[in-house]
């Protein structure tokens, strides 16, 4: 149970920027490409 909690609390960053990504202009604003957002999404 505590493995489950802790890839949750792993991913669950990852999958915030994700939908914020998809949802919202904001990371389009902050980042002028498409390297950065996605080089911090995978490290």
Do not use: D, K
Request: proline share 7%; net charge positive; no cysteine.
């Amino acid at each position: 149970m505590i493995l489950l909690l802790a890839i949750i609390a792993l991913f669950a960053p990852r999958l915030a920027l994700v939908l914020v990504w998809v949802l919202s202009p904001i990371v389009n604003q902050a980042f002028g490409t498409l390297f950065v957002p996605l080089l911090g999404f995978i490290f």
